[in-house]
T-cell receptor, first 117, second 114 residues
Framework: GAVVSQHPSWVICKSGTSVKIECRSL??????MFWYRQFPKQSLMLMAT?????????EQGVEKDKFLINHASLTLSTLTVTSAHPEDSSFYIC?????????????FGDGTRLSIL | AQSVTQLGSHVSVSEGALVLLRCNYS??????LFWYVQYPNQGLQLLLK??????LVKGINGFEAEFKKSETSFHLTKPSAHMSDAAEYFC????????????FGTGTRLKVLA
């Protein structure tokens, strides 16, 4: 149980294009979803927290106009990287929690490797 | 503020040997603690969690961790390492401020030698 599907797993695109990444909880309803960015050989950096039906809360230093997050349903959140540039190339990972209580673990997707040419 | 420290960014053990990955936390309230494993180019898989029940927590793949409040530690152990255990391991504490965000340690890369 507690499966999170993230799509696509790998995307290569030209500079200036926008890229959408989907995160779905397949067998549970996710009250809260999180989006992370991971640089090579480093830990995960939280970008934003999203709750179903409300605006995402972005971490300090994360551009909300660059990284658009939508959490329209209890099973789907999307991250859109707008006007992507090479510096946006990274590994993006989403996670989902069944509720917003601290004891509930986050369940992670398999990540999306984004390469901007 | 809460924090997590993982001592040793790289740990090497022989196949069949004990695995010990260290995690110390700082928290002003009873913490929720988690261990995750990450294989290359994949997301994180939950190994085990501590949520104020039993202090010795058993997880998947033969791993276990013991919560020691006096030492503010939550070290991960496995009696006998297997080649398939080679991966990156992350300790995390759940933010008790109400957002329940994770605060991750910097990770420990486990290498298993044949």
């Amino acid at each position: 149980g507690a499966v999170v599907s993230q799509h696509p797993s790998w995307v290569i695109c030209k500079s200036g294009t926008s890229v959408k990444i989907e995160c779905r909880s397949l067998d549970f309803q996710a009250t809260t979803m999180f989006w992370y960015r991971q640089f090579p050989k480093q830990s995960l950096m939280l970008m934003a927290t999203s709750n179903e039906g409300s605006k995402a809360t972005y971490e300090q230093g994360v551009e909300k106009d660059k990284f658009l997050i939508n959490h329209a349903s209890l099973t789907l959140s999307t991250l859109t990287v707008t006007s992507a540039h090479p510096e946006d190339s990274s590994f993006y990972i989403c996670s989902a929690a069944a509720n917003n209580k601290g004891a509930q673990p986050q369940h992670f997707g398999d990540g999306t490797r984004l390469s901007i040419l | 503020a809460q924090s997590v420290t993982q001592l040793g960014s790289h740990v090497s053990v022989s196949e069949g040997a004990l695995v010990l990955l260290r995690c110390n936390y700082s928290s002003s309230v009873p913490p929720y603690l988690f261990w995750y494993v990450q294989y290359p180019n994949q997301g994180l898989q939950l190994l085990l969690k501590y949520t104020s029940a039993a202090t010795l927590v058993k997880g998947i793949n033969g791993f276990e961790a013991e919560f020691k409040k006096s030492e503010t530690s939550f070290h991960l152990t496995k009696p006998s390492a297997h080649m398939s255990d080679a991966a990156e391991y992350f300790c995390a504490v759940s933010d008790a401020s109400g957002t329940y965000k994770y605060i991750f340690g910097t990770g420990t890369r486990l290498k298993v030698l044949a």
